[in-house]
């Protein structure tokens, strides 16, 4: 549960930091950061190569980690009721993601935001891919959306108007 200004100690709301407020899964600037659509490939590998590439993923903030799963039409509702015990909801699909599913299955997409990184990320390909083999479907990969960064305003140079 987020803390909020009441369940902070005194100390901590005059001295501390502000809460900052978590990512909306829901932006429409989210952009693919790291994918991971391999099975062989580490998350470890996929994340480094993330941190190389454009756009540049950024370990310390908040992402949607975002799992494609090809399940049975009549298995959805189980995996999202599962699913929804560790926070995730059932995402909705955009025009950029890969959306060819295996033959009598359905492409389903489960997010939640978090702070990502090649453990964690593991340990949830890993609970997906059991998930999905209960099911009687597979995983197809996962990708991790983050806001783009925004340039900072450089500061203009020269003499100030009077």
Same mark, same amino acid.
């Given at each position: ?10 100390? @901590? ?7 900052? &407020? ?5 932006? %429409? ?5 790291? $994918? ?6 580490? /998350?470890? &590998? ?6 190389? &590439?454009?756009? $540049?993923?950024?370990? $310390? /903030? =908040? ?7 090809? @399940?049975? =039409? ?8 599962? #699913?929804?015990?560790?926070g995730y ?5 955009r025009s ?8 009598? %299955? #359905? ?5 939640? #935001?978090?702070? @990502?990184?090649?453990?964690?990320? %593991?340990?949830?390909? /890993? ?10 479907? %597979? #995983? ?23």
């Open positions: 549960m987020a803390a909020t200004h009441k369940s902070r100690p005194w100390f @901590l709301r005059i001295f501390g930091t502000k809460i900052p &407020t978590p990512l909306d899964a829901g932006r %429409s600037d989210l952009v693919v950061v790291a $994918e991971g659509f391999d099975d062989a490939e580490a /998350s470890s &590998t996929a994340l480094e190569r993330a941190g190389s &590439t454009e756009p $540049e993923f950024r370990p $310390e /903030s =908040e992402v949607v980690l975002r799992h494609h799963l090809d @399940l049975p =039409e009549d298995s959805v509702a189980d995996a999202e009721n599962i #699913v929804a015990q560790d909801v059932r995402g909705a699909s950029e993601d890969v959306t060819q599913a295996v033959e009598n %299955s #359905v492409r389903v997409i489960f997010e939640r #935001v978090q702070i @990502l990184d090649a453990l964690h990320c %593991s340990q949830e390909r /890993s609970r997906m891919a059991g998930l999905a083999q209960r099911l009687g479907g %597979s #995983v197809a990969g996962w990708d991790a959306l983050q806001p783009p960064i925004l340039a900072e305003a450089t500061p203009k140079r020269g003499r100030r108007k009077t």
